[in-house]
């Protein structure tokens, strides 16, 4: 599994997508089962998703694109260096509300499924440098995130999940293919219920025999009142439900 420690991380000779092949992608936003705009600045404009999620099944999962980053402490990632794991990618901004409210839950499945297989990376997008480090500091965020301001890695994902989708969430299986996907904040039922299968699917144990962190003593001060047991029995929607939704909700782009 990699290691949280991006100064440690394996660097990998992997091209990043070209800014001519990222600009092309720029028109095209929106957002699949919600229209909340909101605002973390003038050129921040986002849309928040009601946190519905997709599952693309084994024959219908697309390939994710083979994009790198740099971490806030300036190492370098690419998604391929979590090859034969399941990776959960989330987009996120400082200023962003929902993104916050979700923060536990991420916390929480992470230490929970570091033993399955499972790890995670954060996106941060359209944000200011000093207030995201400031949000992963306060937060003791267990996982590394890529800075992104310009928010070109969400552009590459923009055939799955538009790029003005804050938060967002891509779940991806250990042959590198998306499985998952939530538009919007995602919840601790759901997020479990998405991984779940892919643990089994791939072999990597049992996930009813995984540590409980609302099992531990002092889990409503670190994680939260209540974030366990919100969206347990929500359901995902597939990939064929959703699709049409997303098209319908893109508005115009306007380049931003």
Do not use: H
């Not at 997508?17 to 909101?38: D, F, K, M, T």
């Amino acid at each position: 599994m990699p290691s949280t420690s991006a100064g440690t991380r394996r660097r990998r000779a992997v091209p990043r997508l070209s800014a001519a092949a990222l600009a092309a992608v720029l028109a095209l936003s929106g957002c699949a089962g919600g229209n909340e705009i909101e605002s973390g600045g003038e050129e921040d404009r986002f849309i928040s998703g009601d946190g519905s999620a997709t599952v693309f099944e084994t024959g219908e999962r697309e390939a994710v694109p083979d994009v790198t980053g740099t971490t806030f402490d300036g190492g370098e990632i690419s998604l391929s260096d979590y090859s034969g794991e399941i990776l959960v990618l989330n987009v996120w901004a400082s200023w962003c509300g929902p993104c916050r409210a979700e923060q536990p839950v991420l916390d929480e499945v992470y230490t929970e499924y570091g033993g399955l297989g499972v790890d995670f990376l954060g996106v941060n997008i359209k944000d200011d440098e000093t207030a995201a480090l400031a949000y992963t500091d306060n937060k003791d965020v267990p996982y590394p995130s890529l800075y992104d301001q310009p928010g070109e890695i969400p552009q590459a994902f923009r055939d799955t999940v538009p790029p003005r989708a804050i938060p967002s969430t891509l779940v991806i299986d250990p042959d590198g293919n998306i499985a998952a996907r939530v538009i919007g904040p995602t919840t601790y039922g759901q997020l479990t219920g998405l991984l779940d299968p892919l643990v089994v699917e791939f072999a990597f144990g049992d996930p009813e025999e995984r540590p409980r962190v609302s099992e531990q003593e002092g889990y409503g001060e670190g994680y939260g009142e209540g974030g366990a047991g919100e969206g347990a029995d929500e359901a995902p929607e597939t990939a064929d439900e959703t699709d049409q939704d997303a098209a319908d909700g893109a508005p115009d782009g306007d380049g931003d």
